[in-house]
């Protein structure tokens, strides 16, 4: 079972940035991002990282100011966030999935340990 721990959340202002840590007790096959904003049902997908090649996949909305890499060594993904609107404003999760894929996960349903979550508030 993987467990998962994210930090890095907080309170910022528009075009700030910010990075959020997701500390993995072991290398599951990817890490993705996700988050869900106040009085949403659902968790919106975010970005994804394959551990092994480390590559990543991005949501539209998010591409060209976020980055998801990860410290090998120390299993830790990170999700840096450059140029931050309000409409981030959410609780941010990372999440592991363990099952090899031919593709990047993107449904929360493929990924089966959560983080706690960290909450990002974006003022404008």
């Known amino acids: 079972q993987v467990q998962l721990v994210e930090s890095g959340g907080g309170l910022v202002q528009a075009g700030d940035s910010l990075r959020l840590s997701c500390l993995a007790s072991?290398?599951?096959?990817?890490v993705g991002w996700f988050r869900q904003a106040a009085g949403k049902e659902e968790r919106e997908f975010v970005a994804t990282i394959k551990w092994t090649s480390g590559s990543t996949f991005y949501e539209d909305s998010v591409k060209g100011r976020f980055t998801v890499s990860r410290d090998n060594a120390n299993y830790i993904v990170y999700l840096q966030m450059n140029n931050l609107k309000p409409e981030d404003t959410a609780d941010y999760y990372c999440a592991a999935d363990s099952d090899l894929r031919g593709y990047y996960p993107t449904r929360s349903k493929e990924y089966e340990y959560w983080g706690q979550g960290t909450q990002v508030t974006v003022s404008s």
């Open positions: 072991e290398r599951p096959y990817a």
